[in-house]
């Protein structure tokens, strides 16, 4: 049985973050990945300008070119009820596909860890001298454990209410003439969804939505009609990718057994925050080199409070429309708009 320092479970943002980290840190990392790169994920691929730092120390010389052919999107427009309201992002935030971002990661983890994909964790065991995890032809042993397998990883206890609603996720690729340079959401009863410029006059669109509202990305643009008209003319690019169910709860940074969540398995924001690559990035690389305790006491104080405003702000868009109009009218103001959207960033 091969012993190692660390072993890390899901390649994602999350996962690779947290060995790469760690194999800096000299320390033997095997890095496990049931897919395989590149492929597409369900996701608004806008990296919040509190993550470029620790993007750029992950990705080490293969940062520049990627960060550099990276657009710029300085600003969040949210369009509901008729209304536009804009809110300034600065430093400018990056827009980068999961379909690169990933594999770029994975690229640089290959590098310094033992990295295998199309590997499942069927199975991990807790016992005195750490951990044991368990694929269907092979054995690991550990001191430590970072579970970055996303949101319904068989290492956590999350399980849908019978009374949750059926959120869906919907993502694409679409051509679009002169993009703005912008995150624009568009809310309607049952959902929204996030259009931004990913590079080459291709915008990306992804949407939560109910799933007793709408199944394709078609009828999500149907639901709103300044999307409606903007996407009249867009072409599709790639096939849409779905994922289901969306479910909110209680983020749970550290397990009983002491495994540490980062990214999804920890917690799923709400995507129109806009923080979920950065709090991937961020919780994996803090999880790599710290004890439990220390994890969940950072992960309490810098993280948690963004789950709760991104919380708040999601229950602002099922209110009543003369509650959504009043709270608009506030954050009209540019201060007011620039503070409500920090409110939904991680902290460090």
Known sequence: MSAY?????????????????????????????RG?????????????????ELLRFLLGDAAKPLLTMA???????????????????????????????????????????DC????????VVHGHRGFQVHSKNERWESAALVNASGRWSNLTSTHLPATAPRWLGIKAHFRE??????????????????????????????????????????????????????????????????????????PAPVSDSGVLHAGDAAGFIDPFAGDGIAIALRSGA???????????????????????AAARFRKLVETPRWVRRAALSLLRNQRMAAWAVKTTRSRG
């Open 286 to 308: 803090k999880a790599a080199l710290s004890s439990s305790g220390d994890y969940a006491r950072w992960y309490t104080r810098e993280v948690l409070p963004a789950f709760r």
């Open 36 to 52: 395989r790169f590149p492929r597409h994920k369900v996701c608004g691929e806008f990296i919040s300008p509190e993550a470029t």
């Open 177 to 250: 003439a002169m993009p703005p340079p912008s995150v624009d959401l568009y809310f309607f009863r049952g959902g929204y969804c996030g259009v931004q410029p990913i590079g080459d006059g291709r915008v990306n669109a992804c949407a939560m939505v109910d799933a007793g509202v709408a199944s394709s990305l078609e009828q999500v643009f149907a639901k709103n009609h300044d999307l409606w008209h903007r996407s009249r003319d867009w072409k599709i690019l790639t096939e849409p990718v779905t994922t289901a169910p969306l479910v909110f709860r209680t």
């Open 116 to 123: 295998r994909q199309e590997t499942a964790a069927d199975s």
């Open 5 to 33: 320092d660390l072993i890390v479970i899901g390649g994602g943002p999350a996962g690779s973050a947290a060995a790469i980290t760690a194999a800096r840190a000299r320390k033997r990392v095997l890095l496990l990945e």
């Open 71 to 113: 657009p710029r999107v300085t600003r969040s427009r949210f369009f509901l009820d008729g209304r536009i309201l804009t809110a300034p992002i600065a430093p400018p935030a990056l827009s980068v596909p999961r379909f690169v971002l990933d594999e770029a990661l994975w690229r640089i983890a290959q590098q310094i860890c």
